[in-house]
């Protein structure tokens, strides 16, 4: 099987610059490399930044020594060089990844595999006329991916299994859990699930039920206590005397009759996004957001030393 030693990150946002971390902390050689110099130059001194943060939280031992691993490429054609995967994290524009990926598959090696980070678009719609698109694929991870591990891979009709299984076995080493999808679908796994539960919450605040600060009370010291460290179906196999099965025969008409109310394609409402906004803002000013999304990270933080923790007791 390849092994992957060097790894070109293409693209160097917020989702790019939780990629190099993801890598370098593995100890990878990683190149990162964007269109916008500005931007790039920004990089890596971020990058820092994150990686002092984890070593405070003592989820790096060294933030040095990891940092030691990245290096910037003004060039494409030199962050792609002899290079053994790249992953592309532009932005989610389909005719620029079509332009981007025409240069890859160019200047990559033939066996390199590429991942995209991609959320919305198939590997499908933006490889099809590649020379080498049998090495190209899907690699959705979930943001920021340094913290939460789970990256959705998914290949295009004519992705060859050898990529995938390449793809699968690097983020495994680099401490990620990869998720095999099967075949392309609009949103892959994550975030159908996330839109189901989302179009549910929305509908339950607009209908009175509950307002903004409950429903997510109710994920946030509910459901999402026990989605931390297990998911749905081991959920409910653990919640009937007889396993899943059993849970089925008790509680299945329930969900029948309750999923009749549930059926509905339509958009959400300006006046119900308003509603939903104006309670959010009320909850949590517009000038706070940033300090909330950096505590939001910190307790993300403390969130994957314990559950690191757990997993080194077995």
Known sequence: MQKITSVAVVGTGLIGQAWALVFARAGCDVRIWDGNSEALKKARELIAALAQELQETSLVENAADLMSNIRVCEQLSHALANVDYVQESIPEVLSVKQLLYAQLDTLTPPDAVIGSSTSSIPASEFTENLVHRQRCLVAHPVNPPYLIPVVEICGAPWTAP???????DLMTRVKQKPVHVRREL?????????????????????????DVDGLDVTIREGLGLRWSFMGPFETIDLNAPGGLED??????????????DQVSAEPWSPELVEQLHKARRALAPAESMADRRHWRDRRLMALALHKKTLEAQG
Do not use: P
């Open 186 to 210: 609009d949103g892959f796994i994550l975030n159908r699930l996330q839109g189901a539960l989302l179009r549910e919450a929305f509908r339950l605040v607009e209908q009175g039920f509950v």
């Open 162 to 168: 050898e990529a995938i299984q390449i793809c699968i």
């Open 247 to 260: 849970y089925c025969q008790r509680y299945g008409e329930m969900y029948r009759s309750i999923a009749e």
